[in-house]
């Protein structure tokens, strides 16, 4: 009988000024993503309560990444403050920027030095033109 | 106040403009652009934009100021930028923006290495004409007063958009006017500025001093008494439904040495005055509102006032400002206020608000608008009946 084989969903990273430069991570698997608009329900004379906000939206997004190899996860420390693409494989895509990129090495993996990675992204309004 | 429909709005439903001013939901952005001498955008601005505010002080000769918060430089002291905010609603399906005025941003205050924010304060265009003229200046007997203001302000680098009531068209300069290079009065070796004798050629025909709206346009029109204008609109903390009012109101009064009695003189007139004739005393105030001698007790506070008219209607007009503005100082309402760019030069309101007291007329003092979704503030004097 054939061993398991369990296939993790991937992570791409393309570094918005050249696309061509880009990294692959896998996913253990999604984390919430966090819509976030500024406003609120604004208390007036009289008791009146009205909504007021802000134009416009932030999301982060804090993936859980799984093991990589140390030379991927130094890859995404020289990322931290650029303007990214990040695709997750399954239709999901967003502009965003990551401020710090914390690893921690673990053991040997077939020879390669493996190390985890915890990115925490919050996206930038990007516009494409067509 | 700004029309409902003024530009960048034209072509609106009156209505509908005034619906999401004062609708149950509201989105707010704010954005900046360049703009050359005649008002036309030339640079959009506002990716440059990080915060701001919008201030407006009827005390002050340079009417209008902003305080910007950008992320790049832009030409300080040079360009002209206007700042706008844009209003929408989802329920209503609308959208509109007001442009707040157009200034000359003359302060940055630069950092870098946290966030390379420059914080810039600025002027709106009065400030061009708030520098002196070098020389002395003569108005000769019989002109036109309108046409020579403008021509004034052509020597300068405001631009072409003047704009003064016509209904002082025909008005002419009485007798010939100097205004020499350091004036005899006013302390130390202050130089006339360009400003100072267009105030007072169209004070003399009984005109207000100039300001420039909310598009960057120089405007002047015949001075009417707070009295005797029509509220421009309802500022209501009662309407449940539609207050824009904040939760907190505030009066303030100082009741310190403000006239109840008055003796007006016209400046600069070859004849001794008389009355009738250069000189105007209107009746004390002997009952309306706080100020007056009767509520003081029989306390008596005279003020004589040297005023720069060309005639006694002109001299009778901006004495019967001063008079309104003496009665209306003992007042003060300071408001919050929702986003609500519509407030311009001079604004007048019917005021309700029924936990302080009576509704009021009150003539807007000065006010703020933030270029985010924050409470505005707005100070009124109120003006006694």
Same mark, same amino acid.
């Given at each position: 009988m054939a061993p398991a084989v369990l296939k993790l969903r991937q992570l791409w990273i393309n570094d918005a000024a050249d696309p061509a430069d880009y990294v692959v991570v896998p996913m253990l698997r999604d984390s919430m993503r966090t819509p976030k608009v500024r406003g609120e329900a604004r208390e007036n004379a009289a008791g009146r309560v009205r909504l007021v906000r802000r134009a416009g939206r932030t999301e982060a997004w804090a993936p859980q990444l799984g093991v990589v190899p140390l030379d991927v996860a130094l890859d995404l420390k020289d990322r931290c403050g650029r303007l990214q693409t990040f695709r997750d494989g399954v239709g999901g895509k967003l502009h965003g920027v990551f401020w710090e990129a914390p690893y921690v090495l673990l053991g040997r993996m077939n020879g390669v030095q493996s190390a985890r990675v915890t990115l925490a992204i919050t996206e930038i309004t990007h516009s494409e033109e067509v | 106040m700004q029309s409902l429909t003024a530009a960048p709005r034209e072509g609106m439903d009156p209505d509908v403009v005034m619906a999401l001013l004062t609708g149950d939901d509201l989105e707010v952005s704010a954005g900046l652009e360049r703009v050359?001498?005649?008002?036309?955008?030339?640079?959009?601005?506002?990716?440059?934009?990080? /915060?701001?505010?919008?201030?407006?002080? =009827?005390?002050?000769?340079?009417?209008?100021?902003?305080?910007?918060?950008?992320?790049?430089?832009?030409?300080?002291?040079?360009?002209?930028?206007?700042?706008?905010?844009?209003?929408?609603?989802?329920?209503?399906?609308?959208?509109?923006?007001?442009?707040? =005025?157009?200034?000359?941003?003359?302060?940055?205050?630069?950092?870098?290495?946290?966030?390379?924010?420059?914080?810039?304060? =600025?002027?709106?265009?009065?400030?061009?004409?708030?520098?002196?003229? =070098?020389?002395?200046?003569?108005?000769?007997?019989?002109?036109?007063?309108?046409?020579?203001?403008? /021509?004034?302000?052509?020597?300068?680098?405001?631009?072409?958009?003047?704009?003064?009531?016509?209904?002082?068209?025909?008005?002419?300069?009485?007798?010939?006017?100097v205004w020499p290079l350091i004036p005899a009065t006013g302390g130390g070796l202050a130089s006339t500025t360009w400003l100072q004798p267009l105030a007072e050629a169209l004070s003399s025909i009984g005109f207000e001093k100039p300001w420039v709206d909310e598009a960057g346009q120089m405007r002047a029109r015949p001075l009417v008494p707070v009295s005797q204008r029509t509220p421009e609109h309802v500022l209501s903390a009662d309407d449940v439904a539609r207050t824009i009012l904040g939760p907190v109101r505030q009066r303030q009064r100082d009741l310190t040495q403000i006239p109840n009695a008055w003796i007006f003189v016209a400046q600069g007139w070859d004849l001794t005055p008389v009355e009738g004739d250069g000189l105007y005393t209107p009746p004390d105030n002997l009952s309306v509102g706080p100020t007056s001698i009767t509520a003081r007790n029989g306390h008596r506070v005279l003020a004589v006032r040297e005023l720069p008219a060309q005639t006694q209607a002109a001299l009778v007009a901006q004495a019967a400002t001063i008079v309104e503005a003496d009665q209306r100082a003992a007042s003060k309402r300071t408001v919050e206020i929702n986003p609500f760019p519509m407030m311009g030069h001079g604004d007048v309101y019917q005021l309700e608000d029924a936990e302080v007291g009576a509704p009021v007329k009150a003539a807007a003092a000065a006010w703020t608008v933030h270029l985010n979704e924050s409470n505005g503030s707005l100070t009124m004097k109120e003006v006694p009946t």
């Open positions: - | 050359d001498n005649d008002g036309r955008m030339v640079e959009d601005l506002s990716a440059a934009l990080v /915060d701001g505010s919008v201030s407006w002080d =009827g005390s002050v000769d340079v009417h209008r100021e902003c305080s910007l918060v950008l992320n790049r430089e832009i030409g300080w002291d040079r360009d002209r930028v206007r700042p706008y905010l844009d209003l929408s609603s989802d329920l209503l399906g609308v959208r509109a923006r007001w442009w707040l =005025g157009v200034f000359i941003l003359t302060s940055p205050s630069e950092s870098w290495g946290a966030g390379d924010e420059r914080t810039v304060a =600025g002027l709106d265009l009065l400030h061009l004409l708030a520098c002196p003229i =070098g020389n002395t200046l003569t108005a000769t007997k019989g002109t036109k007063v309108l046409a020579w203001c403008r /021509d004034l302000v052509a020597r300068t680098s405001f631009g072409p958009r003047v704009f003064f009531d016509s209904a002082g068209e025909d008005a002419t300069f009485t007798e010939d006017m």
